[in-house]
């Protein structure tokens, strides 16, 4: 039972153009999400997270929401940088531990 | 210059041989995590450990085995049970117990034949 899910395997966008990636979850237990970027062969690197005391958090370029009604998170990337071509998982714990579920992931490529 | 080391980058093994992945982190950091990359896959949890001395099993723990002595270490044993052991294994840390972002290294791509 996959409890995060990313439901678009991939994404191709346009330099400088918005790039939105979606996430959903069904454990209600879940109260912080994170986003990670992930290269071929790398670890990931933590982009940005939002509790679910938030709606909404933005760090420069990137910007997650969070509708909790429906158990829902984005990311948004504006604008666009071919050095955004990644793999981006999202990810979700429970305040009671550190563990993390991850998505599958979602494959952004972004053309020049 | 903190962070979190894993070696080898490749590993390959024969079919029925355990292997020892190693994952040191300079971060001071308590908790550490081994998870398993498959192809088209997101990271599934393997092993977790809170503190030195203490670790708890993830979703997939079978065929693997860990340590945890020092606080900066954290290595995984790929044992010959392991069915499906060929994958991309990631190591992480955080700061502790609770929602914190976890810091990822670098990773070991392990091929058995």
């Known amino acids: 039972d996959q409890q995060v899910k990313q439901n678009s395997p991939s994404l191709s966008v346009q330099e400088g153009r918005i790039s939105i990636l979606n996430c959903d979850y069904t454990n209600s237990m879940f109260d912080y999400f994170l986003w990670y970027k992930k290269y071929p062969a790398e670890g990931p690197t933590f982009l940005i997270s939002?509790?679910?005391?938030?709606d909404k958090n933005e760090d420069g370029r990137f910007t997650v929401f969070l509708n909790k009604s429906a158990k829902h998170l984005s990311l948004h990337i504006v604008p666009s940088q071919p050095g955004d071509s990644a793999v981006y998982f999202c990810?979700?714990?429970?305040?009671?531990?550190?563990?993390?579920?991850f998505g599958g992931g979602t494959r952004v490529l972004v053309k020049p | 210059d903190g962070g979190i080391t894993q070696s080898p980058k490749y590993l390959f093994r024969k079919e029925g041989q355990n292997v020892t992945l190693s994952c040191e982190q300079n971060?001071?950091?308590?908790?550490m995590y081994w998870y398993r990359q498959d192809p088209g896959q997101g990271l599934r949890l393997i092993y977790y450990?809170?503190?030195?001395?203490?670790?708890q099993k993830g979703d997939i723990a079978e065929g693997y085995s860990v340590s945890r002595e020092k606080k900066e270490s954290f290595p995984l044993t790929v044992t010959s049970a392991q069915k499906n052991p060929t994958a991309f294994y990631l190591c992480?840390?955080?700061?502790?117990?609770?929602?914190?972002?976890?810091?990822f290294g670098p990773g070991t791509r392990l091929t058995v034949t």
């Open positions: 450990s809170q503190i030195v001395n203490d670790f």
């Open positions: 992480a840390s955080s700061i502790g117990n609770g929602p914190y972002e976890q810091y």
């Open positions: 971060l001071n950091h308590d908790a």
């Open positions: 939002i509790s679910s005391i938030k």
């Open positions: 990810a979700a714990s429970g305040s009671a531990g550190n563990k993390l579920t």
